[in-house]
């Protein structure tokens, strides 16, 4: 068959036969992050609400091939919005990485009457969707879950301001021992690739600085830290560091103060997956109710392969390939503002 893949062939047809989108299926992936529950119901009554049967596939992908999903009804949904977490659950699958394991996949789709997906997750969730939306040219809608605050094309993720607000919480108590002792605590929080919790939990809680992985490569952050006095005036310091291999993580670099500065009495902490857990804020509450929504309004107007995301408080679509290829650079005027503030 020229021009086009036999799975491309096959699905168009299978499409065509059912005329329009009339099943949506919704799914978590990758790391869960404060807001998807908001986000599933959204989606849910969204789509009800313009005449879609729903299903909900458990644990990401691997439900997709396991065949976990089940119909879902406006009171499937009832009552979540408050909740952390995600009750659809989610799960890494390496099968899902493979050509064979998204044909399972598509099988199941194809065996639940399902003709769209909604997936709610990160970077790797959103690229497995991608290469499941070209291999089958399925309709597939992103929504941005992810604490990190990194994908591109929005101002905002789900579950970002909520996890900033758990840092914050959590450094303003460490704060009252760190001044009690006199001493200097690097706090580590969640990061990856991108430094937005660390830069702007910095500037929320009057750190002394952050060190982030966006300029790990430009300049030796915690030489420029001691060269720049951070103690001079004051009895205690906190610094906020990125859990990212390029930064070195909170604990290296307290064994590099006690190498080379050993006149701090340094302490660590790291926060880990508390940052993950705890009611929405109501400001993820409300972007994962505009983009569920928003997702089913995607659907209906024919856009397919696309993020939602929001950028100057108005609902975007961004095309996978620009949310997952580009990094979402950090502002560097928040920076100079930490830097400034910190004296």
């Not at 879902?72 to 949904?77: P, Q």
């Not at 659950?89 to 598509?106: I, L, V």
């Not at 758990?166 to 704060?175: G, L, P």
């Not at 392969?305 to 950090?330: C, H, L």
Request: with cysteine; aromatic share 6%.
């Amino acid at each position: 068959m020229s021009g086009i893949s036999l799975a491309t062939a096959i699905n168009n047809q299978w499409v065509s036969n059912m005329g329009t989108i009339n099943c949506v299926g919704i799914l978590t992936s990758g790391g869960d992050a404060p807001g998807m529950n908001a986000a599933i119901r959204a989606v849910t009554r969204s789509a009800i609400y313009n005449g879609f049967e729903v299903k909900g596939i458990y644990r990401g992908y691997r439900g997709l091939i396991t065949g976990e999903i089940v119909p879902f009804r406006t009171e499937n949904v009832s009552n979540i919005i408050q909740h952390g977490g995600t009750i659809l659950k989610t799960a890494r699958c390496k099968e899902f990485e493979t050509p064979e394991g998204r044909k399972q996949a598509y099988d199941t789709l194809v065996k639940e009457g399902i003709n769209a997906l909604v997936v709610i997750g990160g970077d790797g969730s959103l690229t497995g969707a991608r290469i499941f939306a070209q291999e089958y040219d399925f309709p597939i809608v992103g929504l941005p879950g992810t604490i990190d605050n990194d994908l591109y094309g929005t101002d905002h993720t789900i579950g970002y301001d909520t996890a900033l607000n758990t840092i914050m919480e959590a450094v303003d108590k460490i704060r009252d021992t760190a001044t009690s002792h006199e001493r200097l605590f690097f706090i580590e929080v969640m990061g990856r690739d991108a430094g937005f919790l660390a830069l702007n939990g910095a500037i929320a809680t009057g750190c002394e600085a952050a060190i982030i992985p966006e300029i790990s490569t430009e300049i030796d952050q915690l030489e420029e830290l001691v060269k720049n006095g951070f103690r001079k005036s004051k009895n205690s310091s906190i610094v906020l560091v990125a859990e990212s291999p390029t930064t070195g993580g909170a604990i290296h670099l307290a064994e590099r103060v006690k190498n080379e500065y050993p006149q701090y009495d340094v302490r660590v902490t790291i926060l880990g997956h508390i940052q993950r857990g705890g009611s929405p804020t109501a400001h993820d509450r409300i972007l994962a109710s505009r983009m569920g929504a928003a997702a089913i309004d995607a659907l209906l107007d024919g856009q397919r392969n696309v993020m939602v995301g929001i950028r100057n408080d108005e609902i975007v679509y961004v095309p996978f390939s620009k949310a997952i290829k580009y990094d979402k650079p950090i502002n560097r005027e928040l920076l100079n503002t930490l830097r400034k503030l910190s004296i």
